[in-house]
């Protein structure tokens, strides 16, 4: 039996493989609500097999939006577009879930495939402004960026209260699993990190003062989450410079969120500094296991994951108890269906017996005639259609 397809149980949420869809911005929303685009992108890997299907980073407030196209939850008007999403993902075998997040010193700027920069006069001029951003110092992401105003404590109550406001209304579109988003640079991340937070308050200087408010986030929203549904924490485990946040200091971090009810560490990386770590195949893998195994608590591993082997040994070898596939998803949503047949986890008698039944009838009666005609030559292939004048 492949580990892979061991269903996972975590709190009163049983997942039916390893198998998760890493959140990944579409950048497709306008004014925060779900399109017809999203419902089809996130419905294509429900049908594909996936066992957790992590809807991409989602608004918690207007200005937290990394670019104009970012979803929102920040209104109640965004519940029924998400709510269709996750009822899909249920009605075939997946289990739903939805990171959300602020983008802090990072918001406020173009698409990724439309420069991935700070929002210009150009931007403005199509109907998409720049607007103020926040961070916890008064300090751009780099030169060019906009400079960001520093939380002050009625700023700070209303991220945690925005947080907490979004929890519920996730809960209210019928997710099963949420994700805090504490990584890549947004704004919990720049609270963590001693390269972006030079703040001399309770929120500041020490490690015990920058977990601070993401620990406050990560127990309040725990509060309204309710007890039998897993709450994620996605985390960079490092810094890109090594002289930033640690993985020792992800250690520790990850210990006081188990304490605060946190189930799995989301394991991703870099957001500030230069990359300084190895990247290749599954680079963030070793950043999963130390976690999971030193703070003892779930971890899902993530990052150049592109084969089913690689897949079952991350998990087999208890390095991490999910994978969460992203570039490999988008290539072949499908990408869990076909690992079962890759690994010999279904029968020959049963190989489409998991896919959805309105493809799984064909596919069964496609492979009996390919069995009929027997493996596929070009010439063979030729011959056999060819028609004498």
């Known amino acids: 039996m492949s580990k892979l397809f061991e269903p996972l149980t975590l709190r009163g949420v049983t997942l039916r493989n390893r198998f998760a869809l890493s959140p990944m911005c579409q950048y497709t929303a306008k004014d925060g609500y779900v399109s017809d685009y999203h419902t089809i992108h996130y419905g294509r890997f429900a049908l594909g097999g996936f066992g957790l299907l992590m809807v991409e980073a989602t608004a918690v407030s207007p200005e937290g939006r990394i670019t104009h196209g970012d979803l929102g939850l920040w209104d109640d008007a965004h519940i029924p577009g998400l709510a269709r999403i996750a009822a899909f993902a249920k009605a075939y075998g997946a289990t739903p879930g939805i990171q959300i997040g602020h983008a802090g010193p990072k918001a406020s700027i173009q698409r990724a495939f439309e420069g991935n920069g700070p929002l210009t006069a150009v931007d403005a001029a199509r109907g998409e402004p720049a607007w103020p951003v926040v961070s916890p110092s008064a300090r751009p992401v780099t030169d060019g960026w906009l400079v960001p105003t520093a939380l002050d404590a009625n700023g700070i109550a209303k991220v945690c209260a925005d947080f907490v406001a979004s929890a519920r209304r996730a809960l209210q579109a019928g997710f099963d699993v949420l994700e805090l988003h504490y990584a890549h640079g947004f704004l919990l991340n720049a609270f963590l990190s001693p390269l972006t937070n030079d703040r001399s308050d309770e929120y500041g200087g020490s490690f015990e003062n920058r977990i601070r408010l993401p620990l406050r986030i990560a127990r309040q929203v725990r509060e309204v989450w309710p007890r039998d549904k897993p709450l994620f924490v996605r985390l960079s485990a490092v810094d890109g410079s090594g002289s ?129 005609l027997g493996p596929w030559a070009p010439m063979k292939d030729a011959a056999a259609n060819s028609h004498k004048d």
């Not at 998803?329 to 896919?355: E, S």
Request: hydrophobic share 45%; net charge negative; glycine share 10%.
């Open 244 to 372: 930033g946040w640690t993985i020792a200091d992800s250690v520790a971090f990850a210990e006081a969120l188990k304490a605060v009810g946190v189930d799995v560490i989301d394991c991703s990386s870099g957001g500030f500094g230069v990359y300084e770590y190895p990247s290749g195949y599954g680079f963030q893998v070793p950043f999963a296991a130390q976690i999971r195994r030193q703070a003892h608590i779930g971890t899902m591993a993530v990052g150049i994951i592109v084969d089913p082997r690689q897949a079952e040994s991350i998990i087999a070898s208890g390095q991490a108890d999910l994978v969460a596939l992203g570039h490999a998803a988008l290539r072949d949503p499908h990408f869990p269906l076909h690992a079962q047949q890759t690994l010999g986890a279904v029968g020959p008698d049963a190989a489409y017996a998991d896919w959805n039944v309105q493809a799984g009838w064909w596919l069964d009666h496609r492979a009996s005639k390919l069995v009929q």
